[in-house]
């Protein structure tokens, strides 16, 4: 119980790549179609997993995209350096194989009527995402320059995949002093892209205390203990400020 902990999430990772390399990762075709047919909106994580569920059952399953390419939020709300995306487009390859369909650059509710869909499949799916941000009410929240993190991290995922981003609503960070509120995975996200972008200094701001740089999670057991103060951006140049709300701007 003293000694260090097992590596889990390194295990796993370099279990399924090994399985990958090795080509134990194969298609699973389903051998008794059911011949159903059920329409997935989004092809976020939730649209993507229950598609090949469904697939594999026998069902005949196709997926709507409102934008360019699939994958929702694992292709445009995650930096490539945290998910590179040919793990994306493998397993995409493993969904096409199984025979999930795709049509991307399809709004349903707009392009395409959910009365219609509902008349052509025999179920439909919500996957469609939380895209709503959640909005700060304080003043100086409309001042030029301030950003909801997943407006930026979806243009710069279209920037990097190649895509055309207009001139005019560019958000660069490149020489800028840049102030990231939030200290979850986004948080982290924006923080990475900005200095990635060449930002002059990035700081992130977050309400909760600084947790501990060391944790004996013997101290704490069974509840879960304190999460570490650790960041591959503090490394790279990211400053912190703990224990600050946001009352204006």
Not at 99 to 108: D, L, Q, S, W, Y
Not at 139 to 147: Q, V
Request: net charge neutral; glycine share 10%.
């Amino acid at each position: 119980m003293r000694s260090r902990p097992v590596t889990i999430r390194s295990i796993e990772l370099a279990i399924v790549e090994r399985a990958w390399q090795s080509g134990w990762i194969r298609p699973q075709r389903s051998r008794q179609p059911l011949f159903q047919r059920v329409a997935i909106i989004g092809s976020g994580p939730a649209g993507l997993a229950c598609a090949q569920q469904l697939v594999r059952a026998g069902y005949r399953v196709t997926v709507y995209e409102k934008a360019d390419r699939i994958g929702g939020l694992l292709r445009y709300g995650i930096p490539d350096f945290r998910l590179e995306k040919p793990v994306l487009e493998r397993r995409l390859a493993q969904l096409h194989a199984e025979g999930v369909r795709f049509r991307t650059g399809v709004h349903v509710g707009s392009d395409l009527d959910m009365g219609e869909l509902r008349r052509t499949a025999h179920a439909v799916v919500l996957a469609c995402g939380s895209e709503q941000p959640r909005e700060m009410h304080v003043p100086g929240r409309m001042l030029n320059g301030i950003h909801f993190a997943m407006d930026y991290l979806r243009q710069q995922n279209r920037r990097v995949a190649g895509d055309f981003v207009s001139s005019e609503s560019v958000i660069d960070a490149a020489g800028k002093q840049v102030a990231v509120i939030g200290g979850g995975d986004t948080g982290g996200d924006c923080v990475g892209t900005a200095i990635r972008q060449g930002a002059s200094q990035v700081t992130q701001i977050q309400y909760h205390e600084c947790p501990p740089a060391h944790v004996d999670n013997l101290l704490y057991w069974p509840e879960p203990a304190p999460e570490r103060c650790q960041s591959d951006h503090d490394e790279e140049g990211c400053k912190h400020i703990w224990e600050f709300d946001t009352v204006a701007f």
